[in-house]
């Protein structure tokens, strides 16, 4: 146990719907991540948020909503989702997310699957 | 093309074997970090090396960096079927404090 826990594990969901992805870390940090990893492509940074702001979206489409509203807790609302979407989304949390690149703590991940 | 890129893709020994791991990056960093990730789970932290630091050990784990070079490797000595995993580095970088990371290293330990 990394002390990152998301929930759910799974999902499969059709393009219309709507359903959020949710993260919560029990490690006292500052920084939380969202991450998208898609099979034989590089772990793809999507959003950062600092005690609570967002400092950091890497051109995610708006079909992505991330929302957090404390520093233990970080949400990822998806909607009219396309099937390429389909990846394993990772959370991470780490001490503070500027400055020094501190190591991150991962979380177990949500297997996505856009019908 | 991307930072953190890692070679080989896909290694696979036999248990008791060492296996080394090789990363490249591209711009000026603060320090490389390796991460392991066992099959859909998430990624842990194994080693953090600082930009001013050139080797350092963990365990089995043996990591080098040369910033000359823009390189790491990381070294697994005596392996074990445990340590099948993908193995990941990823690039800190001082102004951002952002990691990039690797495509990966899939390692296949053989009993």
């Known amino acids: 146990e990394t002390g990152v826990t998301q929930t759910p594990r799974h999902l499969v969901m059709g393009m219309t719907n709507k359903k959020s992805l949710k993260c919560e870390q029990h490690l006292g940090h500052n920084a939380m991540y969202w991450y998208k990893q898609s099979a034989k492509k590089p772990l793809e940074l999507m959003f950062v948020?600092?005690?609570?702001?967002?400092?950091e979206n890497n051109s995610v489409p708006s079909r992505f909503s991330p929302e957090c509203p404390n520093s233990s807790h970080l949400f990822l609302h998806l909607h009219t989702l396309q099937p390429e979407d389909s990846a394993l989304y990772l959370c991470?949390?780490?001490?503070?997310?500027?400055?020094?690149?501190?190591?991150?703590?991962f979380g177990p991940g949500t297997r996505l699957t856009v019908l | 093309s991307q930072q953190g890129e890692e070679d080989p893709q896909a290694l696979s020994i036999q248990e008791g074997e060492n296996a080394t791991m090789n990363c490249s990056y591209k711009t000026s960093i603060n320090n490389l970090q390796w991460y392991r990730q066992n099959s859909g789970r998430g990624l842990v932290h194994l080693i953090l090396i600082r930009s001013n630091e050139r080797e350092k050990h963990s365990g089995r784990l043996r990591v080098t960096l040369d910033t000359s070079k823009k390189s790491s490797s990381l070294l697994i000595t005596a392996s074990r079927a445990a340590d099948t995993a993908s193995y990941f580095c990823a690039s800190g970088h001082s102004n951002t404090g952002k990691l990039i990371f690797g495509q990966g290293t899939t390692l296949q330990v053989k009993p």
């Open positions: 991470a949390s780490s001490q503070e997310g500027r400055g020094e690149s501190d190591t991150q703590y």
């Open positions: 948020y600092n005690f609570k702001e967002q400092t």
